[in-house]
């Protein structure tokens, strides 16, 4: 089995030698962290989110710890991007301008990083409750993070926190994205609605139908790219 021990490095080749995927299962590669403490016994750091960039030959993954690791499978290498120190609960590379990686973390705060520079640009926050999600629009302008309470609409040039949306006591919130390739935001409530409205105005569009019979119970949403 093809792996490799991180052991808390800053950057190093990610193989030794050429790899070569095994015929049943096209498996490549397993990853660990381990790292070596006062006592000189391996403690295992896990990782926490994982996502790739837009054309799939690299990726970012970060630890328990707050690190975050760049993998380039094309160059065979691998290098600490930032250190946060505190655990990543969402992950998103933009797709507008793929240096721009945005970090959600267990104190409620958003953090804007450059992958080529390694340098922090900005921070959205806090929030109010832990962050489950990320979202951004074709255009790149906005930030949705959706937390456990309510989503909040960030406009990323400006930092200022443009609309807050909260499903109430009883109905609340279940998930909230963009539509891809579209400026439109897609809003699902508890109560199994569905909801589609303009970013730009804010302006209602429509609403997406309940299926006839018992209530679904909604739990996960995905959408294609067209």
């Not at 705060?109 to 629009?137: D, M, W, Y």
């Not at 909230?176 to 730009?200: A, E, G, Q």
Request: aromatic letters at 10%; hydrophobic letters at 35%.
């Amino acid at each position: 089995m093809e792996s490799i021990d991180l052991c808390g490095g800053d950057g190093g080749s990610i193989w030794g030698r050429k790899p070569t995927p095994r015929e049943k299962d096209g498996f490549l590669l397993s990853i660990r962290n381990t790292r070596i403490g006062l006592t000189a016994a391996g403690r295992h750091v896990p990782f926490t989110r994982v996502t790739f960039g837009c054309h799939g030959n690299w990726f970012i993954a970060t630890d328990q710890l707050g690190v975050i690791y760049s993998f380039d499978v094309y160059r065979n290498k691998y290098q600490v991007v930032y250190r946060l120190g505190k655990t990543c609960t969402a992950l998103l590379i933009s797709h507008t301008y793929s240096n721009e990686l945005f970090v959600a973390t267990n104190n409620l705060n958003v953090h804007c990083i450059n992958i080529g520079s390694r340098q922090l640009i900005t921070t959205f926050g806090p929030h109010e409750a832990s962050i489950k999600s990320l979202s951004l629009p074709q255009s790149g302008q906005y930030l949705l993070v959706v937390t456990a309470c309510d989503s909040v609409l960030w406009d990323i040039n400006t930092g200022i926190r443009r609309k807050t949306l909260c499903g109430g006591e009883s109905v609340g919130v279940q998930d909230v994205f963009f539509l891809p390739l579209t400026n439109s935001i897609i809003t699902c409530f508890k109560d199994d609605s569905i909801h589609v409205w303009d970013t730009s105005t804010l302006d209602y569009k429509y609403n997406l139908p309940l299926p006839s019979g018992p209530p679904p119970h909604y739990r996960a949403f995905a959408t294609t790219q067209d």
